[in-house]
């Protein structure tokens, strides 16, 4: 059982710049993918940045070149770094996980979450 926790979210003006962290405990001994995503209201969630166990990385277009996803190097921390943050990634954004089997790809649901964290960006 993996426990996420997010923290780092707040208000910003559009522009500004906000690093958010997901503390990861449990699921000892295994390989797992992790992903952020957000979800806006009105609006479905959306996958904002992934890096799987083997440390490959991909982004939303939406995002790419603005944001940027890391860990720790004991893997029990997440990161995303969102820089030139624009009003429309304003949404509650979420740390989430999955167990990748070695040399697979991820698995495209993930089944550990976290209880999200606000980001509001002001125009």
């Known amino acids: 059982q993996v426990h996420l926790v997010e923290s780092g979210g707040g208000s910003v003006q559009a522009g500004g710049s906000l690093r958010l962290s997901c503390a990861a405990s449990?699921?000892?001994?295994?390989?797992?993918?992790m992903a952020w995503f957000r979800q806006a209201p009105g609006k479905e969630r959306e996958r904002v940045a992934r890096?799987?166990?083997?440390?490959?990385?991909i982004y939303a277009e939406s995002v790419k070149g603005r944001f940027t996803i890391s860990q720790d190097n004991a893997k029990t921390t997440l990161f995303l770094q969102m820089n030139s943050l624009k009003p429309e990634d304003t949404g509650t954004y979420y740390c989430a996980a999955v167990s990748q089997s070695a040399g697979s790809w991820c698995p495209s649901e993930y089944n550990y979450w976290g209880q999200g964290t606000q980001v509001t960006v002001s125009s």
């Open positions: 449990g699921g000892t001994y295994q390989r797992y993918c």
């Open positions: 890096i799987s166990s083997y440390g490959s990385i």
